[in-house]
């Protein structure tokens, strides 16, 4: 071998090496073997079955979750529902109407909630059998992308099964009537306050039951107050943490003090969907009266002078009504939120009486601090009462709120067991 050759004889020898390495690292990868001549298409199919992967697994999760869960659940809720069949067959309907009433509401549930979980089950079922048919015609992405919507389904409503049997208060089966106010004297304030009535609509839109917005009094920037009613099930369970402060930040200043901040105080009663409870308030302890023209419009002026305002004297507790046609009526729905308000009150004292109410121990929800909501140098929420802290603001305010919701629930479960 001559001198003038060899570096002829080690080029081709390296030249030989990277091709084998090439088809080494080739064939260590064979589904991302694609060629740079396989056309746009196909690169594209590709792409999807590499993602059908992580696809799979969280649809293959829920099932299992489904499959654990469901059956149980199921059982025990025949098991309840046979209960309740026999308590009627027992029970003369005719001598107690309220009893009755009682007794045949709690079977209705009973009956929605095994034709629910039998229906989960089925949904299930049919998710096992769409992942397997995708599978067999080649991996097919849209029978994938059809099993893993329908998984989600399944996942959110065994959430929200799991939920309501966390939700075992007095009231927290009824709806909810939701009243946000802003701070006095504050633009951002008022946006804010806004933003946060939009937020529960947009929540209560995404559970299937939109809300309704019963009064609302603007301001230039935004709104001063607003009261939204819920009428669902377990919606007072689920937003009844959400009384307190809500704080919007902006910004901090050099010394980490939050700077352009947003505050909206924020009440939950229950709206009560069959019957609200008897209890006694004395026209002597209250104070009836109309709500003073704030004299913005003509509109605004017929609208506060038949509304109804409501001062309870032992309490000092005032509610407020105008969304309905004349004073008479928005008194009479006044008198039912205070009645609702009392009972949450009698509640958290732990009194069996309204009359035994201490008014000293009525916390002021202007004291009270539930949420932040950060939008900068970071994006952040963070709930003060459960320390959950979530990075997707905007998800959050964008409807997102079943994450705070249920560390809420599950807060005041273990709390309260």
Known sequence: MTVESLPVERTLVAQDWRSWRRLQFSSRLPSLGARASRSMEDRNKVYKELGLFSLRKKIEDIVVRAETIAPTALELEQARQIKQEEMVRRYNLWDDPDKSSEILLTLGDSNDTVCFLKELKYQAEEVKLVT?????????????????????????????????????????????????????????????????????????????????????????SGIRFVTVEFEWQFAYGYLSGERGIHKLIKGFNRDSIPCQIGMACVDVIPLFLVSTPEIPVEDKDIEVSTLLSCGENEHLVYRMERAASILHVPTGIRVQCSGERSHFANKIKALKRLKAKLLVLADQQEVSDITKISRDGIFDLWQEETRRYMFHPYKLVHDVKTNTQLPDLVSVLDGGLEPVLQAHVRHRHTRDS
């Open 132 to 220: 397997q048919l995708a599978e067999m015609d080649a991996i097919n992405y849209w029978l994938f992308k059809q099993a893993y919507n329908t998984s989600v389904d399944i996942s959110n409503q065994l959430s929200r099964y799991e939920m309501t049997k966390l939700l075992t208060g007095p009231y927290d089966k009824e709806g909810a009537c939701i009243m946000i106010q802003s701070a006095p004297g504050s633009k951002e304030s008022e946006i804010w306050a806004e933003k946060l009535m939009h937020m529960y609509l947009l929540w209560s839109k995404k559970q299937g039951f939109p809300g309704r917005i019963t009064e609302k009094y603007s301001a230039k």
